[in-house]
């Protein structure tokens, strides 16, 4: 017999609270105030993830049951003002002013002033964040960075940032780019969602140009080629700074657990198809010396990747052991002795008709040994007890896809929607994309910290 939700919800987040505090004092540490800017933490403790995943689960669950349905609602609605804000922050470099001025923080005129921005409007976008933790006012009119804000902060300072404004997100983690990237293509794609349901032309439609940004933007051309029109440099160097964020999910329990990397033969062949400027094959070359990588992308993307790995890691490249190769993934794939087939946030991207075409490409160059490896988010079902991945059960009363915790695989399935008329998918909906592709599943691995995972397939030889 379960005892009332509330007190269900209550009960997971003060024992949960309690071993998180515990496992703190054990490594003589403090848990981080909100007040703080960020810092990574100073002991790394397995333990924490699982009780730290239920509290977060349980305490908004508790605010969904607490709040009147009309205010849950409204911060729904009106979340788009969110994305506005941050868009705001970002573009004039509030975090990193604030940064700058240090815990005393800023009034708004001199952020204003500093900012090049309304001081005015500066601060009421602030105090709208503020209000959702995001930003400190630490007196009247005076903000301060805190633990979330300063997430938005390149690094970099005001007087670079000013001088080369095109290479603001370069070689910074990526979480900058990624709030540009949503506060721009993103929010402008969301608002056309409703349009492409109401149209019958677009509604079921599986082309890739008929997505609400085709709209939006007024293009009639895929997202990544309009990225390179000489107009969207700035939006095409961020887009590859997103894919920088998105690098701490290459972890050994995601992608390198999906397969015995370290037992690949000698000189064995890695093509990172669609592989961008390289970042996981830039993780993936540094774990494994006795490998030889392939970074397979259009040719601007190729191009912007030379670039990056002779700055951040020439030997690479001058002992051949990792090229970049132009390849259209569309077309039949030239190389036909891989080891491994590598695709990375490649099959959300395409609708599915069109996300068989690079598998079955892929099947067709295949040797009987190849292994597929496609590494993506995986979309749990929210319904308790049944989250469809094979996640251990979680207590009652909590979704089994542990609800916000796992928000980020349903936000980018609906980013994908806007984007490129594409998808996040279920375990069920990748077995149906590889059927008659030349390919079955043998294994999943999905990374402790979220739904983020690595599913192996094997070649079937025809
Ligand atoms: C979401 S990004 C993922 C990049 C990389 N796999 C990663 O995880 O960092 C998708 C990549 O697919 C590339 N792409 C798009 N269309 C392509 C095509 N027809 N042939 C090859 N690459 C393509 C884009 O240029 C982009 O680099």
Redo the contacts with the bound molecule.
Sequence with gaps: MHSSPLSALSQIISSGISTIESTYATHGATFPSLDEPFRPPTFDDPGLLHPTQLVIAAAAQLIASLSHPASSILDGASAHYITSSLGVVADTNVAEVLREAGPQGLHIRDIGERCGTDSSKIGRVLRFLATLHIFREVSPDVFANNRISSIIDTGKTIEDIKARPLEKYDDTPGISALIGHFADEGIKSASYVLDSFRDTETLSSQDPLAAPFNRAFNAPM?F??W??LPENELRFRR??A???D??STVTPDTALAGLDWKSLKKDSLVV?????????TGVFAKAFPHLRFVI???S??VAEGIQRWKQEYPEALIDNRVRFQE?????PQPIKDASVF?????T???PTEYARK?LKHLGDAALPTTKLVI?DNIVPYSVPGNSGTGASSVPYPLLANLGRVNFHSVRIDMHMMALHNSQERTVGQFQELVEGTGWKLESISTSSAGTMSSLVFAHISQ
């Design positions: 895929h990544f080629e990225c390179e887009f590859g997103t894919m920088k998105s690098i990172d198809v669609g592989g961008g400027i390289g970042s996981t397979q992308d259009r601007a993307v390849h259209n993934f569309f077309e590598f695709l990375r946030f490649i959300h991207d395409w690079i590494m």
